[in-house]
């Protein structure tokens, strides 16, 4: 398995009213990031929030190309957003303990915090297709080139670890600096990740790993 310390690019905020940072997502142009009672907007060159949409975001949040999902409770809400409306809403696979999501294959990746898990879903029916175990707990989740990331948060240690998405192997680990937490986490789908940094109220970009080869 190869280690490595997280190299940070940048952090952004803290942000005006907002005290923690949860899920985040990414849509080609703008980070969005949940932040308890509201979803942002981030332009990730300028550093401003340019949209926001008032709604409960204390967990993960994902998008599919076309809408967001939002993890609310024991239900994940689909999400317009444009419009900010409501489109449909399904069960959340945790009943509540739900943390981190993403979107890939057609499919909704929950990550489980407490449970040490991560399930793929049916975007229309909430329906578990399989679940992945990780040996450490799980807070956001991410896709990019075919590997399956997630963050991990426990006391002052938090990484960000890519897993075998068909044994659960830890493959890689890059360690974020003590007492620096990840909660929400996601692929620009190039050389960096978003990692939300909780109640810091900061999110933060670290660059990910370059590959010699696609199996590295």
Known sequence: MKRAAAEIIREYGPFPGVQEVHGVTFDG?????????????????SGKTVHTID???????????????QLFEKNIQKVDPKSGRVIATIPAPGNGGDSGMAWAEGSLWVGQYREKKIHQIDPETGAIQRTIESTRFVTGVTWVDG????????????????IDPQTGDVLEELAMPSGTGISGLESDGGDQFFCGGGPSGKLRAVRRPKRSSKTG
């Open 55 to 69: 709604m409960p975001a204390h967990a993960g949040t994902a998008f599919d190309g076309r809408y967001l999902f």
């Open 147 to 162: 590997e399956l990331w997630h963050g991990t948060w426990e006391g002052n240690d938090s990484e960000l670890r890519r």
């Open 29 to 45: 142009q703008r980070v969005w990031f949940a932040s308890g009672d509201r979803l942002n907007a981030l332009d990730p060159e």
